[in-house]
């Protein structure tokens, strides 16, 4: 959708395989690079970047400053860093831990295919994340708690019903100041 709105795109993501679906499936119309975003990384030129957007990755990253310090360096002042994650009450209901302030390392299995795959991911509070973002220079200008379009029911009662009764996802929007 950016790239069919006239942006100028690049792509990141830490599977070389996703990599190259993403060229194949854009070709030329958008750049795409092999980057592990909890490693260090040089990212773009300072203040060359209007918009940057994370969907469902920060979970993944242990150590958020690096990457935000990163990001809000490549921002144009004004730049927003519009992002989803999984929502912390959510994960902390969902893990079963005992202390919800916590940020810690979380696992579980995912059936995909047919074939078992473990996964794991951060699990922070929600005033880490707000603080994560202050430090590195942001300022949050919209917080949304996402509920599925009612007509998407059909796919999945079960699944509907969970997803507009209990806050599985973040979204935000932080700007560069």
């Known amino acids: 959708q950016l790239v069919a709105r006239g942006a100028d795109l690049t792509g990141v993501d830490v599977q070389?395989?996703?990599?190259?679906?993403a060229r194949k499936r854009l070709g030329q119309s958008a750049r795409f690079e092999v980057v592990d975003l909890a490693e260090p990384w040089s990212g773009p030129p300072p203040q060359?970047?209007?918009?940057?957007?994370?969907?469902?990755v920060l979970h993944y990253i242990e150590d958020w400053a690096p990457l935000l310090s990163t990001l809000h360096r490549c921002l144009?002042?004004?730049?927003?860093?519009?992002?989803s994650v999984h929502h912390p009450a959510?994960?902390?209901?969902?893990?079963?831990?005992p202390d919800y302030l916590t940020t810690e390392l979380v696992?579980?299995?995912?059936d995909v295919e047919g074939h078992d795959v473990d996964?794991?991911?951060?699990?922070?509070p929600l005033s880490a994340i707000f603080d994560q973002l202050r430090d590195a220079g942001f300022v949050v200008?919209?917080?949304?708690?996402?509920r599925p379009q009612p007509e998407l029911r059909f796919l999945s009662p079960q699944a509907f019903t969970e997803l507009d009764t209990k806050s599985a996802f973040l979204l935000l929007r932080a700007v560069s100041e």
Not at 16 to 21: A, S, Y
């Open 90 to 97: 959510a994960d902390w209901q969902w893990f079963g831990r």
């Open 141 to 146: 200008r919209d917080l949304a708690e996402p």
């Open 16 to 21: 070389p395989q996703m990599v190259e679906f």
């Open 76 to 83: 144009t002042p004004g730049g927003a860093f519009v992002f």
């Open 107 to 110: 696992s579980e299995t995912w």
């Open 48 to 56: 060359s970047v209007d918009v940057v957007v994370a969907s469902l």
């Open 119 to 124: 996964v794991s991911s951060y699990r922070r």
